[in-house]
């Protein structure tokens, strides 16, 4: 049995544009939600996703099969993101807007609202190599072994860092009385 991404792929590498328009359409809600979760703003977002792609597509003749293609197009996404967040100067970041369900009174919504904000700004004020954790492992739900793969480091240290990362978050947010137990994986 023929694996069809492989087939696209391969097609895409020697210059089918449709067959690169199916892998864009296949794994572009993947890339966004990782710019947007690593940007925390759409507009950036949608522009490191759309950067994303021209790179991919660029690179693609040298994509190998060696892990995943998603692992390698997240590898690709998350190096614009990083550059992208490193040439900013300023530190606060809009924050997205949230849908919340379940809660039909204002008082809840705002308090879920604010909630989600002190997270978030927990998790933007973390150090890049902590933050990157939390968005792999949290918001992407990529394994260990698939964030080892997209970081180059051994298992080892990706756990590490997680472990760390989540340290580090849950003393932000008990700083700021956010702290209601993070849970880890």
């Not at 690179?59 to 967040?85: E, P």
Request: one cysteine or more; a neutral charge.
């Amino acid at each position: 049995m023929i694996d069809e991404e492989a087939l696209l792929i391969s097609r895409a590498q020697e210059g089918d544009l449709d067959a690169f328009s199916e892998l864009i359409t296949k794994h572009k809600k993947l890339i966004y939600n990782l710019c947007l979760r690593m940007l925390y703003d759409r507009g950036e977002a949608e522009d490191a996703t759309q950067e994303a792609f021209m790179k991919i597509y660029r690179g693609l003749k040298s994509y190998n099969g060696t892990s995943k293609f998603s692992t390698w197009a997240v590898k690709i996404a998350s190096n614009i993101c990083i550059d992208i967040i490193r040439k900013r100067k300023i530190t606060t970041l809009p924050i997205e807007d949230y849908e919340l369900k379940d809660d039909t009174s204002p008082e809840k919504s705002y308090i879920k609202s604010e909630s989600y904000r002190e997270i978030e700004q927990a998790i933007e004020a973390l150090p890049e190599k902590y933050k990157i954790m939390i968005v792999y492992y949290h918001f992407m739900n990529l394994s260990y072994e698939e964030i080892s793969k997209i970081l180059k480091e051994p298992m080892t240290i990706v756990k590490n860092r997680l472990y760390r990362a989540r340290l580090m978050l849950k003393e932000n947010l008990k700083e700021k009385g956010g702290y209601n137990g993070l849970q880890s994986g």
